[in-house]
């Protein structure tokens, strides 16, 4: 009988010992699938605060894809054709641009000058030639050679080969409110401007222009000043 009852002792315990142990897993699922939720909770509170982000990200990717797109395009337009073309390359600086010609090509030779080549941007232009587009941080070498900003006889702000005086208008970036211009700078800032600044860098270019945006017209007024004219 004491055996026997000790063994029924033995087994209420070895009940009580199992309900405690899933108990207690039980508990620690419930805490552990909370705590889950909680992650997934800042995870999306993340995506959702970064979504403009996401959206910049997606915007890119899809000017880049366009991009790709519009390339495979007109390549498959030079493959329909054998036809040799000739191959023009304009390397667009940040301050002055270089054209030059690579010669004639066949469209396979186009298609690998392409692949060596993936940050061009090319194009078929109106009379069948090829023209790629290569960006370039710096100064083309008009611009390091005697490159000049200053202000044209319409009052445009441009980029010069050599001194204004000289007329040689390599870009025009904006027409100048002049009146306010003179002003609201002094005197020697006005006559450096139309004698020319001379450009040593990409940092002095930009800074430049910048300095002189804060007086550029407005379309709207530009319109105005020409229907008066």
């Given at each position: ?23 207690i ?15 997934l ?24 894809q ?5 390339q495979?395009?007109?390549l498959?337009?030079?493959?329909e ?8 390359l304009?390397?667009?600086?940040t ?65 010069f ?9 390599i870009?025009?970036?904006f ?5 306010t ?49």
């Amino acid at each position: 009988m004491n055996i026997f009852h000790t063994k029924k002792q033995i087994r209420k315990r070895w009940r009580r010992m199992k309900r405690a142990v899933w108990t207690i897993s039980a508990c620690a699922l419930v805490a552990l699938m909370a705590w889950l939720g909680m992650l997934l909770s800042e995870q999306m509170e993340k995506l959702m605060t970064n979504e403009p982000l996401a959206l910049e990200t997606l915007g890119t990717l899809r000017d880049v894809q366009a991009q790709d797109d519009s390339q495979q395009e007109w390549l498959e337009e030079l493959r329909e054709t054998a036809q040799v073309r000739i191959v023009h390359l304009n390397k667009i600086y940040t301050c002055g641009e270089d054209r030059s010609v690579l010669g004639l090509m066949r469209p396979a030779e186009i298609a690998q000058l392409v692949k060596e080549h993936p940050t061009w941007d090319g194009r078929l232009g109106p009379g069948g030639d090829v023209w790629f587009d290569e960006h370039i941080q710096g100064l083309s070498e008009i611009c390091n050679r005697d490159g000049y900003v200053g202000i044209d006889k319409e009052g445009n702000l441009s980029l010069f080969d050599g001194p204004p005086k000289q007329e040689k208008v390599i870009r025009t970036f904006f027409q100048l409110d002049v009146e306010t211009m003179e002003s609201a700078l002094p005197t020697e800032v006005l006559q450096q401007l139309k004698n020319g600044i001379r450009i040593q860098d990409v940092e002095e270019y930009n800074s430049v222009l910048s300095t002189f945006s804060d007086f550029a017209v407005e379309e709207s007024e530009k319109t105005m000043q020409q229907n008066k004219q």
